[in-house]
Nanobody
Framework: QVQLVESGGGLVQAGGSLRLSCAAS????????MGWFRQAPGKEREFVAA????????FYTTSVKGRCTVSRDNAKDTVYLLCNSLKPEDTANYYC????????????????????WGQGTQVTVSS
């Protein structure tokens, strides 16, 4: 059974930093992109970032470029999201995702490009 388990969420002040982790298990994730979506209360789910297993290329949504870095440890099937200069509008439930690279590469920001989802971890940024 495939599992994506997020950790690292919590409460942080505006301007602070946070690192999220996601450990994947249950299958091999070679040739799988891994990344993050988020959903704030009353808002649609939003793509945040993703990275490839094969060449470590990365994708970011515009609002986090320059503030967040997505990375992965292929040996551990773990993906990370480090965000600095956090803003109250970053407050959301953050979901770890995994999807086949040949699908994700076409539309990395589409939720249906990803086969596997974690349960989410809450990030709250106070002003």
């Amino acid at each position: 059974q495939v599992q994506l388990v997020e950790s690292g969420g919590g409460l942080v002040q505006a301007g602070g930093s946070l690192r999220l982790s996601c450990a994947a298990s249950g299958r091999t994730f070679s040739r799988y992109a891994m990344g993050w979506f988020r959903q704030a209360p009353g808002k649609e789910r939003e793509f945040v970032a993703a990275t490839f297993w094969s060449d470590r290329r990365t994708f970011y949504t515009t609002s986090v470029k320059g503030r967040c870095t997505v990375s992965r440890d292929n040996a551990k099937d773990t993906v990370y999201l480090l965000c600095n200069s956090l803003k109250p509008e970053d407050t959301a439930n953050y979901y770890c995702v995994a999807g086949a690279e040949d699908i994700v590469v076409v539309t990395p920001a589409r939720a249906d490009a990803y086969d596997f989802w974690g349960q989410g971890t809450q990030v709250t940024v106070s002003s």
